[in-house]
């Protein structure tokens, strides 16, 4: 089944994408579910869950952290309890993924070869310790970023998923996660990125330019 892992709407409050057209794109697009990463707040995409449900749509949801060291997708969680720290940018990325570990959730690296500044991961994300994946396939990133990615992701032996990181329609399911066992909550989803059950890859229909620009 395909997830798209990477997914904003309005709540992220940069960008006007409203839930009910993220949904339905993600339909039209045969995407089996869509994950919710909201920056800095898991709680803030509890709306769209209920507009997936109102609308067939399976919804997940999880967060995007900004931390000192660039942006981690978190997955498992339940509310808002990981934030001790209080802000939301330049987080301590060992604290963070330490604390989303003793909650259950896993961390994974949100486009880590995109330069973000002085708070870019890259290189860095070889010895990062307490990861469960890396996000290999990121439909913002450039190809060669994404490349780099996924050649990390092997050299660490971790596995990679993809996601959109959609803020308006268009871009919903540019990239997505291949997921070889069911997923029909997110203590599955966690359970199939802990066993290695997934890959990244570009989403059909976008995955033929991808292979084109490759020739």
Request: proline fraction near 4%.
């Given at each position: ?17 409203d ?14 579910a869509?994950?919710v ?6 709680e ?5 869950e ?25 997955y498992?969680?339940?509310?808002d ?29 949100a ?9 870019s ?48 329609a ?45 020739r």
């Amino acid at each position: 089944m395909w997830i798209d892992c990477h997914c904003h709407t309005r709540y992220s409050y940069d960008n006007w994408l409203d839930p009910v057209d993220l949904v339905k794109r993600a339909r039209e697009l045969a995407l089996d579910a869509v994950c919710v990463t909201e920056h800095y707040s898991y709680e803030a995409s509890a709306p769209v869950e209920r507009i997936g449900r109102e609308e067939g749509v399976l919804v997940l949801r999880g967060v995007e952290i900004a931390t000192d060291r660039g942006h981690l997708l978190a997955y498992g969680v339940e509310d808002d309890s990981w934030n001790r720290w209080g802000q939301d940018n330049y987080l301590p990325i060992a604290e963070v993924i330490e604390r989303i570990d003793v909650l259950g959730g896993i961390c994974v690296p949100a486009h880590p070869y995109r330069e973000i500044g002085v708070a870019s991961l890259l290189d860095a994300l070889l010895e990062l310790q307490g990861i469960a994946a890396v996000e290999t396939h990121n439909g913002a990133n450039l190809e060669s970023d994404n490349e780099l990615a996924l050649r990390a992701a092997r050299h660490r032996k971790l596995p990679g998923l993809g996601g959109s990181d959609c803020h308006k329609a268009s871009a919903v399911g540019r990239c997505a996660t291949e997921f070889s066992t069911p997923v029909a909550d997110m203590r599955d989803f966690v359970a199939a990125v802990r066993a290695g059950a997934c890959r990244g890859a570009y989403y059909a229909p976008y995955a033929h330019r991808h292979a084109e620009s490759g020739r």
